[in-house]
């Protein structure tokens, strides 16, 4: 049983540029989160998303970020107009059912904006 | 808000001994769990205990929860080399959407 998948594990944008994010949870599980995590600091919680339905989006920047996790496919975190700032390890978890249960992550996607 | 604030920042001990790392967060919680991350990858789950235990036990972990003090620890024995790691804890807010908000974490170096 294959453990949540994140790619690319590492991505380069210049500053202006798209960058998209991929997530495949485990199988069986409805469940994901988003997180970004800086150098040296702990995971800051960013959207929680079921099948088709963003369930919070607190942690969401409210400009060039979006996420979504269609019916078919993998979750996708999309950032617009990448800024230096934006480079941090963005991490997708998924579970199997909500409520606090435990997570199980990915290894991340490393995100560098030049 | 960040919920959970571990401590101390960076320990740092000889193999064989006990490392023990505190949380602390500010609202009520439905659980706690504690989460280990090596470096380069994701983090993994260890451990929950519910806002209704004290105590709980697994392998070489015991976790404790003080919900009064609004704080918990976690207490590695007979550390080995492999412990070495960064730790978090992270709650699950009463009433929330149930995501869970970590902390800063601890980073342990356990030396041989």
């Known amino acids: 049983n294959a453990g949540v998948m994140q790619n690319p594990r590492h991505l380069v944008r210049r500053r202006g540029q798209e960058a998209r994010l991929r997530c495949s949870p485990m199988?069986?599980?409805?469940?994901v989160y988003w997180y970004r995590q800086l150098p040296e600091e702990g995971l800051k919680f960013m959207v929680y998303?079921?099948?088709?339905?963003?369930?919070?989006e607190s942690g969401m920047p409210k400009e060039r970020f979006s996420a979504e996790f269609p019916k078919e496919g993998p979750s996708i975190l999309r950032i617009q107009q990448v800024v230096r700032g934006d480079s941090a390890a963005y991490f997708c978890?998924?579970?199997?059912?909500?409520?606090?249960?435990?997570?199980?992550f990915g290894n991340g996607t490393r995100l560098t904006v030049t | 808000s960040q919920q959970g604030e571990e401590d101390p920042q960076a320990l740092s001990i000889q193999e064989g001994e006990n490392a023990t790392m505190n949380c602390s967060y500010k609202?009520?919680?439905?659980?706690l769990q504690w989460y280990r991350q090596n470096s380069g990858r994701g983090l993994v789950h260890l451990i929950l205990?519910?806002?209704?235990?004290r105590e709980k036990h697994s392998g070489r972990l015991r976790v404790t929860l003080d919900t009064s003090k609004k704080s918990s620890s976690l207490l590695i024995t007979a550390s080995r080399a492999a412990d070495t790691a960064s730790y978090f804890c992270?709650?699950?807010?009463?009433?929330?959407?149930?995501?869970?908000?970590f902390g800063q974490g601890t980073t342990l170096q356990v030396k041989p």
């Open positions: 992270a709650t699950v807010g009463s009433g929330n959407t149930g995501k869970l908000i």
């Open positions: 205990i519910r806002s209704n235990e």
């Open positions: 978890a998924s579970s199997p059912s909500g409520g606090g249960s435990p997570l199980h």
């Open positions: 998303l079921q099948k088709e339905n963003i369930i919070d």
């Open positions: 199988k069986g599980h409805s469940h």
């Open positions: 609202t009520s919680i439905n659980n």
